[in-house]
């Protein structure tokens, strides 16, 4: 886009044969998107070109991706209600004991510092909260039914949790923890060995404790927390903690029914140590439902304990919606939200997906070179894969027996949706990423319009060279990143891990990061690294950002107004814009014949043809349509002058004049239909008969074949020929060309001075005159000197001129012959016509001479 005037990336359209260029050999080509800004304009006004039908293509595109976003965005908005987001900050808070003091945020949980503070946390907080609606919960192993109504069936009896009553705890909640092995992954030094006996690691696969542990005398109805389960047995997944990622599987305990059983197990457990100094992780899992807003909220609580001492705490909840679990549900909950936005926005990416292949293997490995191809590409992956993930979440809690309605009001049994949640994590991060790509493709879409098109070429520089560029930022901001980490680094916040560093130093430039962490500590390390971060960050690299920024738009912006100022006069209108005006134009029937190319206009002495040099069949075609026209155009003027002779009669003007004036226009019509017909017309005859006489020779008019006299001295303009081949493609078979100028030059014949001389005469004076010149050229010392080359082309244009010459000939008597055979078909229908009407009027007299001859006999 640099040279326009040397090298346009759609230039390969004008090497392009005319039935090339109106074919679909390079519709559908990915180059017109990639350099819409070169596309001659001229071309679209014609409904039959490459350019019309390519940017119809686009402008379709567009419209549907359009279509397509606004169901998408509805429906992944409907996926995250806003009340998802509360339910999830209310169950956070409400397992949590937090409560807000002013500005201040304060969490019973955060008390919890060591193996004595969880178990008193478990008996006196914990335990309460999961029974604030009722102190016990009858099992259903105790009920004699839960379907007939009668006597001891068990009743619905939810269990909420909370003050409100809004959200019920949904199947038991699960108690986990993890231990390792004695004196694994560890060592202790030789000087204490007298001191401390045994170690115990920071946890790892490896030293995992998988064997019973009860301590001797354990009651036996406590042992079974002693012993050591398979994931697949708790029904439970890992969780990624600050120093480990902890397995599903570990040692159990599932809380009562009632409140005071599930008090005394927890005191009975920290007697008889449950957890001591080989646990590592303790982790709660339960389920809620809200059913004002029928979505469910997993949570999960992580306490760590390190083998460095202390304890880390982390709460997580995942709320999601109950349809997202069923589509039978989904239909019959939400048919015209979630259910009707997920089968249409499938359907629409279903029906892209098929017209992107085709895109493909219509371009091949070109279609790959686009930006934005590679964005649509990406974005169809995403949504194939989102797609499989939620036929996989349908499938898989379609087999999940605890999930099923007999069996989720089940308070003794374990609700394991936990399996389910990182498939709908991984959802909602492709439906993220998928809403993000989609959304950026309204930039692909925003280049049809002029006003936008720098702006989008500028974008699609500047991310790839931003993308490179970044590599080198990244290299630097994470040599900063370990830096603070490793002198600054904090036990919680921002400066706890070596990503959260990271990000803090990424995002520093942009405001809302604080660095008191590293100045605080009063040494000349931080000030020199903050120093440091200023004079190659913010000073050197963002600033680099934006050059290379400004210099992209600087190119661009100059490249967009050179192609404009190398285009041809006529071309440089906006594409979209003509676009729409012939479109609509052609939806009215108006075809924009006025905007055609320089080659398609042709030269003055190519306006206008002969009626009778055209072949017969189309000459009879232009008589019979301008005898219509013309019929049309009397009629128009006779009701006007009717309407005027009527409005003065009205008003007692004239009538005299009005009734002549009528008599006299019946008379000549008469007169001209007798002088048609060939006889006089009855005086007696009114103006019905003289109607239907007429009504029968325009009948017969539109089979007659017109005379030559009758054709002579009609002149077809080009523009009307051109109107003719667009309307009827048998005539663009007869003359095979779809060009009104081409018909023009090879059909008409020079009349005047030519029509009366002697043709070598003319070649004469031809040849002396070019002889005349070349001796001119001569004396001025332009010598003319043929090289073999030169000669060879010469030969070459003369045997294509006799060979067209020969062409035209064959054409000229073929054409001779097909008329004469035309003429002759003619006169054998007409002479069939009157002989029909000889033998018609010949039993009309033999009908009325039959009485005469009866009456004398």
């Known amino acids: 886009m640099g040279d326009e005037a040397d090298e346009n990336p759609l230039g390969f359209l004008d090497r392009l044969l005319d039935e090339e260029r109106n074919s679909n050999l390079h519709f559908g080509d990915i180059r017109f998107w990639k350099h819409l800004e070169h596309i001659d304009s001229s071309h679209i006004y014609r409904t039959k070109s490459l350019e019309y039908k390519t940017m119809k293509m686009m402008f379709f595109e567009g419209v549907f991706f359009m279509f397509f976003l606004v169901v998408l965005t509805l429906y992944l908005v409907s996926e995250k209600a806003g009340d998802l987001y509360s339910s999830r900050r209310q169950q956070l808070d409400y397992w949590g004991g937090c409560q807000l003091q002013g500005n201040t945020r304060r969490c019973k949980i955060d008390e919890v510092h060591d193996i004595d503070s969880l178990m008193d946390w478990l008996r006196d907080d914990f335990t309460p909260l999961a029974f604030t609606n009722a102190d016990e919960y009858q099992s259903v192993v105790m009920s004699d039914s839960i379907f007939r109504l009668q006597t001891g069936t068990m009743y619905w009896n939810p269990r909420y949790v909370g003050d409100t009553k809004t959200s019920a705890l949904i199947g038991s909640i699960r108690l986990r923890q993890v231990r390792v092995q004695y004196s694994k992954d560890c060592t202790i030094l030789d000087r204490l060995g007298d001191i401390v006996e045994d170690c115990f690691a920071d946890y ?3 030293i995992q404790s998988k064997l019973s542990w009860a301590p001797a005398w354990t009651p036996e109805y406590l042992k079974e927390h002693y012993e050591w389960k398979a994931s697949n047995i708790t029904e439970q997944r890992p969780f990624h903690g600050k120093y480990a990622t902890y397995p599903g599987d570990g040692f159990v305990l599932d809380l009562a029914t009632n409140i005071t059983g599930a008090v005394t197990r927890f005191t009975e457990l920290q007697y008889w140590k449950w957890i001591d100094q080989r646990t590592r992780a303790v982790i709660l899992e339960m389920n809620t439902l809200n059913p004002n807003v029928n979505s469910f909220v997993h949570t999960r609580i992580l306490f760590e304990f390190p083998a460095a001492g202390g304890v880390f705490i982390r709460q997580e909840a995942f709320p999601f919606r109950a349809i997202q679990l069923s589509l039978s549900l989904m239909a019959a909950d939400d048919f015209g939200g979630s259910f009707m936005y997920l089968v249409i926005s499938t359907g629409l990416s279903i029906l892209f997906g098929v017209y992107t292949f085709a895109l493909i293997y219509k371009n091949g490995i070109r279609f790959f070179f686009y930006f934005w191809s590679i964005v649509d590409v990406l974005s169809l992956l995403l949504n194939f894969n989102l797609l499989v993930l939620k036929v996989g979440i349908f499938m898989e809690a379609d087999t999940m027996p605890n999930l099923q309605p007999e069996v989720i009001a089940d308070p003794e049994m374990f609700y394991p949706i936990g399996k389910l949640v990182p498939t709908m994590e991984q959802v909602v991060g492709y439906q993220a990423m998928l809403g993000l790509i989609t959304w950026l493709r ?18 699609e520089k500047c991310f790839v060279g931003l993308m490179l560029y970044s590599v080198l930022l990244s290299v630097v901001l994470f040599g900063f990143a370990l830096a603070i980490y490793i002198g600054y680094g904090t036990q919680e916040g921002l400066y706890s891990t070596i990503w959260g560093t990271f990000v803090a130093v990424a995002v520093a430039p942009a405001g809302g990061v604080k660095f008191g962490v590293v100045l605080e500590s009063g040494d000349w390390v931080g000030p020199v690294i903050i120093l440091c971060y200023i004079m190659l960050v913010i000073l050197l690299v963002l600033t680099t950002f934006n050059a290379i920024q400004v210099d992209q738009y600087s190119v661009t912006a100059y490249q967009c107004s050179t192609v404009n100022k190398h285009k041809d006069p006529g071309s440089q209108g906006n594409p979209t814009i003509i676009f ?13 014949v006025g905007k055609e190319l320089h080659e398609d206009v042709g030269g003055p002495d190519d306006q206008e043809i002969a009626l009778t040099s055209l072949p017969e069949s189309v000459a009879v075609k232009y008589w019979h349509t301008r005898r219509t026209m013309l019929k049309i155009k009397e009629a128009a003027y006779a009701e006007i002058e009717e309407q005027r002779l009527a409005k003065r009669r009205e008003a007692g003007l004239l009538i005299a004049e009005a009734e002549e004036a009528e008599k006299k226009a019946i008379a000549d019509r008469k007169a001209k239909l007798a002088e048609k017909l060939g006889k006089d017309m009855a005086i007696t005859d009114g103006e019905e008969d003289l109607v239907e006489y007429e009504e029968e020779e325009e009948e017969e008019d539109e089979d007659r074949m017109p005379t030559n006299a009758e054709m002579a001295g009609i002149m077809v303009r080009r523009v009307q020929l051109q109107r003719m081949l667009e309307d009827d493609p048998a005539i663009i078979d007869v003359f095979e060309t779809y060009k009104a100028v081409d018909v023009v030059r090879r059909f008409k014949v020079d009349s005047g001075e030519a029509g009366d001389q002697d043709p070598f005469d003319i070649v004469a004076r031809l040849q002396a005159s070019v002889a005349k010149k070349l001796a001119e050229l001569e004396r001025m010392g332009q010598g003319l000197s043929f090289d073999e080359m030169e000669t060879l082309k010469v030969m070459s244009q003369e045997l294509h001129s006799a060979l067209t010459e020969t062409q035209k000939e064959w054409r000229g008597e073929l054409l001779s012959i097909l008329q004469m055979a035309s003429l002759l078909s003619t006169a054998l229908i007409e002479l069939t016509k009157k002989l ?14 039959a009485p005469l001859t009866l009456g004398k006999k």
């Open 442 to 459: 309204v930039l692909k879409y925003l280049t049809l319009s002029r006003t936008f098109l720098p702006f989008v070429r500028v974008f």
């Open 836 to 849: 029909e009407q000889v033998q018609v009027n010949h039993t009309e007299l033999a009908i009325r001479a």
């Open 580 to 592: 729409l005006w012939t479109y609509l134009c052609a939806l009215r029937g108006v075809k924009l």
């Open 204 to 206: 790892n696969p490896a």
